[in-house]
Structures are given as structure tokens and as C-alpha cells.
């Protein structure tokens, strides 16, 4: 009895270490580094280090894996289709995703690099990715932290406010969400060291010739009728609102809703102008300015009186004229009316 005993405890022995051996087999403990050198791998081709993931590959690194992860993904989600809508800014926000993800690698070397991704979806490629993390609207960027099962609920979404300062905004939601250290954002230069040493060649020559003109006067920096222009120009660029127009990154004009064919060039409403808006406006001041110049630095100079005369009362005519239309779009955008100030006495 105790030799069957024995046997049955070999027995039991041997199938203990079997098991052991093939659930050690089927678990491959090299997956998840093998996972993280096909990710290096596919960083390493892709230009600024950011992978293009399909439905496939957020099967093969995200889906299908088991948590906790040994990595945690930032996906940025494009449609090539909405690229043409100024408003979305598609294409600037994937230039700043790739500035972020080229610092990143930049300011990060050995293991600590292997912790992060950088990866984009395009919807005409990947709509069951887009609706497996439920996204319906863009711009979007979603963070997968190395716990995160549920792709729709428990992914971290960057808010649409954090845009605004576009690759600084995204570094500090990666370090926030990820405690990770994104590191100096570094862009790339706006000239390149071909195009630099070019430019340095072409001063080097012409600078004899430049130094000749100078001495005697004969640059454009010496033609009166090129300051007049300038001075005009940055005027207009001051009074039109241009610079409101340029960091707000507002459109000329936008579709009208209600008629698809039909463009509106003059938004109601205190909360938004668009770049026409600012044109017009503009170009109405510039007259104004214009004529008030004339009249004080030229008409004086002109010896007939009834000239002066008739010159003047069409000057104060467009002004008035000019001013009015102003006053008239500022109480149709903000709802609030100006009304002249008639001293008592003359009520």
C-alpha cells in the first residue's frame, strides 16, 4: 500500500511540473518586451517617432494585452477629410503631437523612453478604433495609461481649452497624466544649415555693393515714398484688428449654415470677428486717416480758397460717412447702441 502510495505522489509530481512547464509555455514572459522592441522598432521608422496604429495594431498593443502594460500610449486622432477646415487645425496640432513626441525622445534615452508612445489613428483607417474609444468629434488626443482596460471610459482625454498653447499644453497633460518627464520642447529650426550657409555666401558678396549704396544714399532705406507706404501699411495692420486675426487664428469669412453656397463675411455677435470684419473696418479708418493727412499736410500748402474749401467739406463727408458705417457695425455685432452727445442748450 505505501508503494502505491509513492507512486501515486511521483505521479502526482510529475504532472504538477508538466503543467507548470506548459502554462510557463503559454504565457511567454518575453511578450511584453517583445511588444515594447516592435514599438521601439516602429518609433525608430516613423518620422518624429509618431507610430500610425490601425485597428489592427490597437488590437495588437492594446486591446489584446493584459493589464497592467509595461507602457503607456498617447494617441492623436486625424481625419485626412477634415484637414481642409481651417477651424479644426488638424494639421498644426499633428505638427505640435510630432514636436512632442521628437522632444520627448530627445530628453528621454534608455528605459525611460521605452514608457511612453506616440501614436496617431486615421478614421479613414480605423473607424472601429474610433468607436472603440468613442470618439466622435476632433480634434481629440486620448492617453492609455498601462491600467487602463476600458478604452472608452478610462482613457484620459485632453481637454479642447488645453489646445490653445498646442505642444506645451500636450507635454505638460503627458506629465501630468503619466508623471513622466517630457522635457524642454524643442522645435526645429526655421532655416536649415544648407539654407543658412547659403544666405551667409550671398551677404558676403553683396555686401561691397551694399556699402557702395549706402554711402551714397541710393537704398531703399533712403526712399521716402517706401516709409510713407510702410507707415500706411502698419497703420492699417494696427486699426484692421490683424493681429487679434493672426493668434486667434480666426478665418476670413465662414459658411452659412442655413444656405451651404452663401458666405458670411460679418458675424453677429461680440464673441467672435472674422478677418473681413477687421478688413473692412480697417480700410475705413485708413481713409479716414488718409484724408485727415491730406488736409493738414498738403491741402494748406494749395493757395485757391474755393478748392480748399470744396476739398475739405469732402473730407469731413467720407469721414463722417466712414465713422458712421463703424459705429453701425459695432452696435449691430454687440447689441449696444451710441448715441451722440447734444449739449442742453442746443435741445
Not at 485632453?158 to 518627464?181: C, G, I, P
Request: charge should be positive; include cysteine.
Amino acid at each position: 500500500m505505501a508503494i502505491n502510495n509513492n507512486k501515486l505522489l511521483s505521479l502526482l509530481f510529475l504532472l504538477a511540473s508538466v503543467s507548470s512547464i506548459v502554462s510557463a509555455s503559454f504565457s511567454d514572459p518575453d511578450s511584453d518586451s517583445d511588444l515594447i522592441n516592435e514599438l521601439v522598432s516602429l518609433r525608430s521608422a516613423a518620422e518624429s517617432g509618431v507610430i500610425r496604429l490601425d485597428d489592427h495594431g490597437i488590437s495588437k498593443f492594446l486591446t489584446s494585452v493584459s493589464t497592467p502594460r509595461p507602457y503607456s500610449i498617447l494617441v492623436f486622432f486625424d481625419a485626412t477629410q477634415l484637414h481642409s477646415k481651417s477651424e479644426l487645425r488638424l494639421q498644426e496640432l499633428r505638427r505640435e503631437f510630432g514636436i512632442v513626441s521628437a522632444s520627448f525622445l530627445a530628453n528621454n534615452n534608455g528605459s525611460q523612453g521605452t514608457k511612453l508612445f506616440f501614436c496617431e489613428i486615421e478614421f479613414s483607417k480605423s473607424q472601429s478604433s474610433f468607436q472603440l474609444f468613442g470618439v466622435n468629434a476632433l480634434p481629440h488626443i486620448r492617453l492609455v495609461s498601462p491600467l487602463t482596460s476600458n478604452l472608452r471610459d478610462e482613457s484620459g482625454q485632453m481637454d479642447q481649452s488645453d489646445y490653445s498653447r498646442l505642444a506645451e499644453s500636450m507635454a505638460e497633460f503627458v506629465e501630468q497624466r503619466t508623471k513622466l518627464t517630457v522635457g524642454p520642447i524643442k522645435r526645429p529650426p526655421l532655416l536649415s544649415k544648407s539654407q543658412i550657409s547659403v544666405i551667409v555666401a550671398l551677404i558676403v558678396v553683396s555686401s561691397p555693393f551694399i556699402i557702395k549704396r549706402i554711402l551714397k544714399g541710393e537704398t531703399l532705406l533712403h526712399d521716402r515714398r517706401l516709409w510713407l507706404s510702410g507707415a500706411i501699411f502698419i497703420y492699417f495692420f494696427s486699426v484692421a484688428g490683424t493681429m487679434h486675426n493672426i493668434i486667434r487664428k480666426m478665418p476670413m469669412f465662414l459658411q452659412d449654415r442655413n444656405d451651404p453656397n452663401k458666405l458670411v463675411f460679418f458675424y453677429q455677435g461680440s464673441g467672435m470677428q472674422l478677418g473681413a470684419e477687421g478688413f473692412a473696418v480697417g480700410f475705413l479708418y485708413t481713409v479716414v486717416g488718409l484724408l485727415l493727412a491730406f488736409v493738414t499736410n498738403v491741402l494748406v500748402k494749395v493757395k485757391n480758397l474755393n478748392a480748399q474749401r470744396l476739398v475739405m467739406l469732402f473730407a469731413l463727408f467720407v469721414s463722417f460717412w466712414a465713422v458712421k458705417k463703424v459705429v453701425y457695425l459695432d452696435n449691430w455685432k454687440t447689441g449696444y447702441g451710441i448715441h451722440p452727445y447734444w449739449p442742453s442748450s442746443w435741445r
